[in-house]
């Protein structure tokens, strides 16, 4: 069986991201359904999901302050929030990379911080598609079980991150100082959220897991079966310690 896995990205330059996120799900045996805004949202025939990255999500959807030299794309927001409103409340397999991580917990509740150094001002100011970020995963956490690596190194490309939490959801990982990294869901299913770009670390064994998993979730799914257990320990956002 090979999966269809939809993945949002931009109307405008969203296809080198696109064909990134191709390439990684060919290499895990799925066949990639590009969406974007302007298409509609066709859930039905998809096995899978992947929020890709890219421009700022709009304040307006979090109770946020827009920063003045930032780039939003109000239609892809639209399109995003409106596929997760449908696919969320069912065991549809979910991946939220970067901007995507940050939709799904605005989706189910939550908050981002609209600018990370404002809150964590010791966080170097890095942006970088090499794996220059230390990211600490919970061990004993679906991530984890994935990835097989604590620390794990990664790409830094945001300046928001998740703030309050969403229903729903528990941290599974957070870089040095703190910042929330990836979050997964509680309830029996595929929901994970990482805040770096795993298509960009095509080289990285690791990386290329975490899209396997996806896939291998959306074929258990298509055989009416589930993959992961019941849920692992969370991570309280308060102190960064095992609840």
């Not at 929030?81 to 069912?90: A, D, N, R, W």
């Not at 598609?129 to 956490?141: A, D, H």
């Not at 830094?156 to 959801?169: M, N, R, V, Y």
Request: net charge negative.
């Amino acid at each position: 069986m090979k999966p269809r896995i939809g993945v949002t990205s931009s109307a405008r330059g969203g296809w080198r991201s696109f064909m990134m996120h191709r390439l990684a799900l060919w290499r895990a045996g799925a066949k990639a359904v590009r969406l974007v805004a302007g298409r509609g949202t066709p859930t039905d025939d998809l096995d899978g999901v992947i929020i890709g990255g890219g421009d700022d999500i709009g304040a307006e959807f979090y109770g946020g302050a827009m920063l003045p030299d930032v780039r939003i794309d109000p239609e892809r927001d639209e399109l995003e929030f409106e596929l997760l409103e449908k696919t969320l409340p069912t065991d549809l397999p979910i991946l939220g990379i970067c901007r995507g991580a940050q939709a799904i917990n605005i989706a189910l509740g939550g908050t981002l911080y609209t600018d990370i150094h404002e809150v964590y001002e010791e966080a170097p100011k890095m942006r970088t598609v090499l794996p220059r970020k230390r990211v600490i995963i919970l061990e004993g956490s679906r991530l984890h079980e994935i990835l097989d690596c604590s620390p794990c190194k990664v790409n830094a490309l945001h300046h928001q991150s998740i703030d309050k939490l969403g229903e729903g959801l528990k941290v599974v990982g957070r870089d040095q100082v703190g910042i929330v990294q990836a979050v997964e869901g509680e309830a029996d299913r595929f929901l994970v959220g990482v805040q770096w770009h795993p298509e960009l670390l095509f080289y990285a064994k690791a990386q290329q897991r975490l899209f396997r998993a996806l896939v291998e979730s959306a074929r258990a799914r298509m055989r009416g079966e589930t993959v992961f257990a019941e849920g692992a320990p969370g991570i309280d956002c308060a102190d960064g310690k095992g609840a």
